[in-house]
Structures are given as structure tokens and as C-alpha cells.
């Protein structure tokens, strides 16, 4: 499969090409040159099939031959070792529980099945890649986690001391072997200029081999469409057929990862744009104007972005044609009191705690439920353990948060960040003399 650039249909690259580079010379976006669609038999009977196999069938189909079908196999099984269960809350309404993987949220997917693309790709004697990541707290963990004890990598974090939640931090310093995390005096702004300052420095670049693993990398998008097809065979499993997804959503990758399953052949009846008040896509889609707009802080922090930069992918995905994207994505916004009223109103009604976000996708199903009422399943995805965000729970429902066992195991680790300024000098210090 080749890949192009939003903003340049004419420039195509190899799947190797666009992972290790992120993003284009021209600032766009890369995309699949054409959409694959899945066997209809498949899709038919997918409800025999399990998230790994599921997960290979569509990886072959978007990879073609890249990477060789056994190789293939071995490297999404090895990524995707992890489920991702679908809860059902009543008749009508499923949660799809994506927190299961090591860093308990769903970017997961992403980052480990990248970090193992970006491993299969590095040749033996080749220079280490050096990967570098600002993180405001999730993306971090996943990539931390994703890239452990990968050969040949080395992964620096940086992050915002003290604004982080405990959790998360711990996911962040207690890693060792080849992740390392700097905790920045400033905030996760100051920590994304000072990975965006390294990519543009040529003597930095000459030195090492720096690599990006942020949320716009086409390899963190791939294995986000594998948990919508499997969603997909669990209603079917339970004797349902159609489905609207609610996703709640930040920089609208995971829902860009759904709109292009459903162009690949996986029969939806539509999606819940569900975001906090950082509504920059909601308002486009009813007024049709698009303004981007400084983030607001929120409870469901990983969605507070003005600026979703995988819109332009779904734009792509539908031809630039607002209307058609209109007929599928349906606009939903919440308010951080709604907020905390929903997640107090789904453990009272159905004994579920849920996180923020998973919260907001709540929502967003029961709001479209009351506009469009039928006899399909709302899907609705949970993106984190509410574990990781005790600080939004009153006291009588954080007591009710499970421990997974994911974090017994964090418990009494040797944790170590490495202070450092806002200051660009000593970042770069920092990188070349630890070479
Ligand atoms: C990143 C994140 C989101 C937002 O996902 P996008 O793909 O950026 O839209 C939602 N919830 C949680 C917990 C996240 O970490």
C-alpha cells in the first residue's frame, strides 16, 4: 500500500517511509491511496472470529504484502495481546471496554502496534532510533509501554511536573531498560516546543535518529480499526446487526479509525462525535464553519484540544463533502457537570464506573437514542480504567473503583525522572550526551 498527503494526492510513499517520518514535508496527512474493502464473506460470518484474527485480516488488507504475511501475524498478535470485552448495560446499549492493555487506556492499540512496526522495520547495526514524545498523560504510558524492551529504540518522555495525575506518573517513571522520562518545569505546551525545537534542529538531526510517536502516525491509526470490527461480531454474537458508535473524542483518531472500518465494508448506521467543550468539530458540523479554538481544561482531559488534528483525515475520508460526513457523524458536546452527573447516574442504574470520557460517550448514545429511537445497539467506547482519574470521583464512587492488576504491579517500583527547565539548551545537552 502506498500513501499519500492530504495536501498532496501526487506525493505517495511506502508504509515504511510514512511510519518513520509521521508527517509530510507539506504538513498534511498521511492516507491509504485506496480504501480496501473486506470480503463480504467475512464480514458475513465475523462473529467466528477473534480479535487477533480479525485484527490480521484487516492489517493484511490495508498493508497488502508490506510486511510478509507471517511476520504480519506474529507482530499484530504480539501488539494486540489484550481484549477488548463488550459490556452490555441493558438490551440496547454495550459498552466496549478498550483499557485492557498495559497502560489502561485505549492508546494502547496504537502505540504498541506501532512501536512493533517501527521494530520489524529496524535493521540489525542499523543507528538507534530515538523517539521522543511530549506527553499531557496518557499518550505517554502507552508509548513507554509500547516501546519497552524494543531492540534498538530508545524513548525519551517528556512531561509537565505535577500535572500528570499519580498514576499516570508512575506509568511514566518506572519503566527503566531503554525509556527514560524527563519531568519539565512547565507546562505539556513548553513539553511539545521543546520535541518540536529537537525535530528542527539540523545538528540534533545529524547526530541522531529522531523519530515521533505522536497521534497522527498512520501506524496509530491502523490498529484502531481493529476493536470496531470486533465490536461489530460481539452484536452480532449477541443477536444484533446494526450499530452506532459513540466515541469520545480529543484529536478524533479513534473515531477517524472507525469512519475508515465502516469505508472498508463494516456495516454502521452511524457515529456520536461525542466531545467536552472543546467542541471544535461539533460546531463545524452545525454550522459549518470551522474554527479552531485555544483548549479549555476539563475532567476528561485527554479530550481538551482546540485543534483535532486527525480531522483533515476524515474530511479526506469523505471526499472534502460536508454533507456526506453530515449523514454519518453526529454532533454531541458535554459539560464537566453533565459530566460528573452521568458518571454518578451509570453507577446508580447500572453499577458501572466509568471514567470521564467513557462518561461523554455515555452521553452521546443516550442523547442520539432520544433523536433517533429503533432497535438498534449503541456502542459506546470506554477509552480508559477509571482508575487513572480518581481525582473526578466523589469519595463514595472512587471507593468503587476495581484495581486492575496492571497497577499491583507498579505498586513499590523505583521510580526516576530526570528534572530539567523549560530550556531547549539543556534538552539538547541531555540528548547527545547520553548517547
Ligand atoms: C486520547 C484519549 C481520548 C481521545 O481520543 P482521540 O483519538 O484523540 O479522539 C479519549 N479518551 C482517553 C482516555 C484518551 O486517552
Not at 138 to 158: K, N, Q, S
Not at 387 to 397: G, M, N, T
Request: proline share 6%.
Amino acid at each position: 500500500m502506498k500513501f499519500y498527503s492530504t495536501n498532496n494526492k501526487d506525493l505517495r510513499v511506502g508504509f515504511e517511509e510514512a511510519v518513520f517520518n509521521s508527517m509530510p514535508a507539506d504538513k498534511g496527512l498521511y492516507m491509504p491511496e485506496h480504501i480496501p474493502r473486506l470480503d463480504a464473506q467475512f464480514i458475513s460470518k465475523i462473529d467466528q472470529h477473534s480479535l487477533p484474527d480479525i485484527a490480521f485480516r484487516v492489517a493484511s488488507a490495508l498493508l497488502g504484502d508490506d510486511i510478509a504475511p507471517e511476520a504480519l501475524r506474529e507482530l499484530v498478535t504480539d501488539a494486540i495481546n489484550f481484549d477488548a470485552p463488550l459490556v452490555p448495560l441493558d438490551q440496547h446499549t454495550a459498552v466496549l471496554e478498550l483499557f485492557h492493555g498495559p497502560s489502561l487506556a485505549f492508546k494502547d492499540f496504537g502505540a504498541r502496534f506501532m512501536s512493533r512496526v517501527m521494530g520489524h522495520y529496524l535493521r540489525e547495526g542499523q543507528k538507534q532510533l530515538d523517539v521522543l514524545v511530549a506527553t499531557s498523560g496518557d499518550t505517554g504510558g502507552a508509548v513507554a509501554l509500547g516501546f519497552l524492551g524494543v531492540p534498538g529504540t530508545r524513548v525519551t518522555i517528556l512531561f509537565p511536573r505535577g500535572k500528570v495525575s499519580p498514576i499516570q506518573e508512575l506509568q511514566l517513571v518506572t519503566n527503566g531498560q531503554n525509556i527514560r522520562a524527563i519531568e519539565v518545569e512547565g507546562t505539556f505546551d513548553d513539553c511539545q516546543a521543546l520535541v518540536k525545537q529537537a525535530f528542527a534542529d539540523p545538528e540534533l538531526n545529524a547526530q541522531l535518529r529522531l523519530t515521533s510517536a505522536n497521534s497522527i502516525n498512520i501506524a496509530r491509526l491502523i490498529p484502531q480499526t481493529f476493536y470496531y470490527f470486533h465490536a461489530y461480531a460481539q452484536v452480532r454474537r449477541a443477536g444484533g446487526t446494526e450499530i452506532v458508535f459513540s466515541v469520545p473524542s480529543g484529536n478524533f483518531g479513534n473515531i477517524g479509525a472507525g469512519l475508515l472500518a465502516m469505508k472498508m465494508g463494516l456495516p454502521v448506521k452511524g457515529f456520536v462525535a461525542a466531545t467536552n467543550l472543546n467542541d471544535t468539530v461539533p460546531r463545524f458540523l452545525e454550522s459549518g464553519v470551522y474554527e479552531a479554538r485555544p483548549s479549555v481544561q476539563t475532567y476528561a482531559n485527554a479530550m481538551d484540544v482546540g485543534a483535532p488534528s486527525n480531522w483533515v483525515r476524515i474530511m479526506d475520508l469523505f471526499g472534502g463533502d460536508l454533507e456526506a460526513v453530515r449523514r454519518v457523524v453526529h454532533p454531541a458536546r458535554f459539560s464537566d457537570a453533565e459530566t460528573v452527573r452521568a458518571m454518578a447516574e451509570l453507577a446508580d442504574r447500572y453499577d458501572y464506573i466509568a471514567c470521564p470520557h467513557t462518561a461523554i460517550a455515555w452521553l452521546g448514545a443516550e442523547q442520539f437514542r432520544k433523536e433517533q429511537p429503533g432497535d438498534y445497539h449503541c456502542v459506546f467506547l470506554s477509552t480508559a480504567h477509571p482508575c487513572k482519574f480518581p481525582e473526578v470521583f466523589s469519595a463514595e464512587l472512587a471507593a468503587r473503583i476495581s484495581t486492575p492488576e496492571q497497577l499491583n504491579s507498579l505498586a513499590g517500583r523505583e521510580g526516576k525522572a530526570f528534572a530539567m527547565p523549560a530550556d531547549f539548551n539543556a534538552f539538547k545537552t541531555f540528548l547527545t550526551a547520553s548517547e
